[in-house]
T-cell receptor
Framework: DTEVTQTPKHLVMGMTNKKSLKCEQH?????MYWYKQKAKKPPELMFV???????INESVPSRFSPECPNSSLLNLHLHALQPEDSALYLC???????????????FGPGTRLLVL | AQSVTQLDSHVSVSEGTPVLLRCNYS??????LFWYVQHPNKGLQLLLK??????LVKGINGFEAEFKKSETSFHLTKPSAHMSDAAEYFC???????????????FGKGTSLLVTP
């Protein structure tokens, strides 16, 4: 089973709201990732967790706050977002530490976020 | 840093004809290369990957890609296009995310494949 699940599928929020995106995998993977994808663009890496510790933060604004409660779960907490943050948010996982060259990442279907 | 360039932003083919999506890479050492596909409003699915084993890599749904070091290319091909192949295709290279970081994926800008009846 190479499935990564994400909830919710769609989310509409105001600029003062607080919401969370959830990602789950049961493949025993130890690295998990958040990407942001704008329309007609490739995904952009936001965060990498390796063995439940944040290993990469690609200079993401603090209004995005990741959390990895355990090896199967990854959350992205959202607060005071801007309309330009509207995008598809993709979660991915990979088997090892995220530090292995050529490691395959498995992607979830994404959460489509609209900030009003 | 390693990078990939997808040479066509849009490719249009007729159903049943061959597909060629072009990708060139830039790398100072032997790269790890991937092709991912993204159907509308969906996540990304791995089609195939090259990690310095056989230069001709076979993937899912009849796709294959050939690693050519002399040409620094990793083009994606399929002998006969289906309507269901219409999607966005990304060529991707694995590269270090930072000086003391592990590897992350560097995506090309994508090629949109249109399949006409």
């Amino acid at each position: 089973d190479t499935e990564v699940t994400q909830t919710p599928k769609h989310l509409v929020m105001g600029m003062t709201n607080k919401k969370s995106l959830k990602c789950e995998q049961h493949m025993g993977h130890r690295a998990m990732y958040w990407y942001k994808q704008k329309a007609k663009k490739p995904p952009e890496l936001m965060f990498v967790y390796s063995y439940e510790k944040l290993s990469i933060n690609e200079s993401v604004p603090s209004r995005f706050s990741p959390e990895c409660p355990n090896s199967s779960l990854l959350n992205l907490h959202l607060h005071a977002l801007q309309p330009e943050d509207s995008a598809l948010y993709l979660c991915a996982s990979s088997q090892d530490s995220g530090g292995v060259r050529g490691e395959t990442q498995y992607f979830g279907p994404g959460t489509r976020l609209l900030v009003l | 840093a390693q990078s990939v360039t997808q040479l066509d932003s849009h490719v249009s083919v007729s159903e049943g004809t061959p597909v060629l999506l072009r990708c060139n890479y830039s790398s100072s050492y032997s790269p790890s290369l991937f092709w991912y596909v993204q159907h509308p409003n969906k996540g990304l699915q791995l089609l195939l990957k090259y990690t310095s084993a056989a230069t001709l890599v076979k993937g899912i749904n009849g796709f294959e890609a050939e690693f050519k070091k002399s040409e620094t290319s990793f083009h994606l091909t399929k002998p006969s296009a289906h309507m269901s192949d219409a999607a966005e295709y990304f060529c991707v290279v694995s590269d270090r995310a930072g000086l003391n970081s592990g590897y992350a994926l560097n995506f090309g800008k994508g090629t949109s494949l249109l399949v006409t009846p």
